[in-house]
């Protein structure tokens, strides 16, 4: 099977994590890592969001050893619009947080216009950091949190 999935994952954290543990429990992953021009776009907050070329490094390393353990192959493309590379006919499934399921129905409408299957959307609850609120990249950038949702003192 092949799972499709996508974000900025700047900086990956453990709620990002669990996703990826998901997918590859699902099959062979494909993950959109948006470009640089569109990463601001699907932020809340305005923030600086590291280059494409670093994100991409730093997403590759995590997913090496998750991949391995699943015995399952990855590839990551540049995302160049919200609905991606999900529109594509060969995904099976489309990995997404609770915030983002909305944007799998919008890729199952244009699978459908497409003449493609629809895909199965496997929502992944949120990781709740220390003090209950979600883990977030924004979050750790912010320095409430850590990667591994411990509060820090926000210096």
């Known amino acids: 099977m092949d799972v499709a999935l996508g974000g900025t994952f700047d900086p990956v954290h453990d709620g990002h994590r669990r996703l990826f543990e998901r997918a590859f429990e699902l099959g062979d992953v494909t993950v959109g890592l948006t470009s ?83 895909l199965e959307v496997v929502v992944v609850p949120h990781l709740l950091a220390d003090d209950g609120d979600i883990i977030s990249s924004t979050r750790i950038v912010k320095g409430e949190i850590d990667e591994h949702g411990n509060v820090t003192d926000g210096d």
Request: net charge negative; proline share 6%; charged share 45%.
């Open 36 to 118: 640089d021009e569109l990463a601001p776009k699907t932020r809340d907050v305005d923030r600086r969001v590291r280059s494409f070329d670093e994100r991409k490094a730093d997403l590759e390393s995590e997913l090496e050893s998750i991949a391995a353990d699943h015995d399952r192959e990855f590839e990551v493309r540049m995302l160049e619009s919200p609905t991606g590379i999900a529109t594509e006919p060969q995904f099976d499934y489309l990995v997404v947080s609770p915030e983002t399921r909305e944007g799998g129905e919008r890729i199952n409408e244009i699978r459908q216009e497409r003449g493609h299957d629809p």
